[in-house]
């Protein structure tokens, strides 16, 4: 079966400008996360999602930062008036409730220039 | 202080070699997990762990939970297992990182 797909997979933009990455997760998982990877640093996380429950936001590191998810399918990660410190790889993970393992999406490289 | 500290963050060895990676958590934990990342940045689990030990292949996890204290050993190491060997812990829903083990296996 299909894993968890993210799109695009390299994104450059301007600073100060907005940017929208997907994340589709493995069809019935009902988690999702969104992580951040500097260049040269550990994964950090962002935002959690899970079924219907208010999402855990705290890891979003400004309010320039958001995310949403419909249902139990896709997310989005919003992030506004880019700044050079956004650039990183963000990655997706989701997995099954009652399940401890993730499954990591390929990424989102994003360059702000 | 990092709630999860591994060691070493760089580690160089011969193909062939017995491989050991740390990893010290500081939080209570329900699992604790390695991953794999290779060059391209692609995420993969290698092992979830609760207690004991679990083995795939060439590769070992232990965890020992009163000294908060995991070990990833590889047997028999092979180029192809140069890698980022990244340690996670699941206190609550969310995971917590370690920095990360840089592998690099020469032939």
């Known amino acids: 079966g299909a894993g968890v797909s993210q799109s695009p997979s390299n994104k450059v933009t301007e600073k100060g400008k907005d940017v929208e990455l997907r994340c589709d997760p493995i069809s019935g998982h009902t988690a999702l996360y969104w992580y951040r990877q500097r260049l040269g640093q550990g994964l950090e996380f962002l935002i959690y999602?899970?079924?219907?429950?208010?999402?855990?936001k705290s890891g979003l590191p400004s309010d320039r930062f958001s995310a949403e998810r419909t249902g139990e399918s896709v997310s989005t990660l919003t992030i506004q008036r880019t700044q050079q410190e956004d650039s990183a790889v963000y990655l997706c993970a989701s997995r099954i409730a009652g399940a401890y393992e993730q499954y990591f999406g390929p990424g989102t490289r994003l360059t702000v220039t | 202080k990092n709630e999860v500290e591994q060691s070493p963050q760089n580690l160089t060895a011969q193909e062939g070699e017995f491989i050991t990676i740390n990893c010290s958590y500081s939080?209570?934990?329900?699992?604790l997990h390695w991953l794999q990342q290779h060059p391209g940045g692609g995420i993969v689990s290698l092992f979830m762990l609760s207690s004991g030990k679990k083995k795939h292949g060439r590769l070992i996890a232990t965890i020992n939970i009163q000294e908060k204290h995991s070990s990833l050993h590889i047997t028999a190491s092979h180029p192809r297992d140069s890698a980022v060997y990244i340690c996670a812990v699941r206190p609550a829903q969310k995971l917590v990182f370690g920095q990360g083990t840089r592998l690099t296996i020469n032939p």
């Open positions: 939080v209570g934990i329900s699992a």
């Open positions: 999602f899970q079924g219907n429950s208010a999402p855990d």
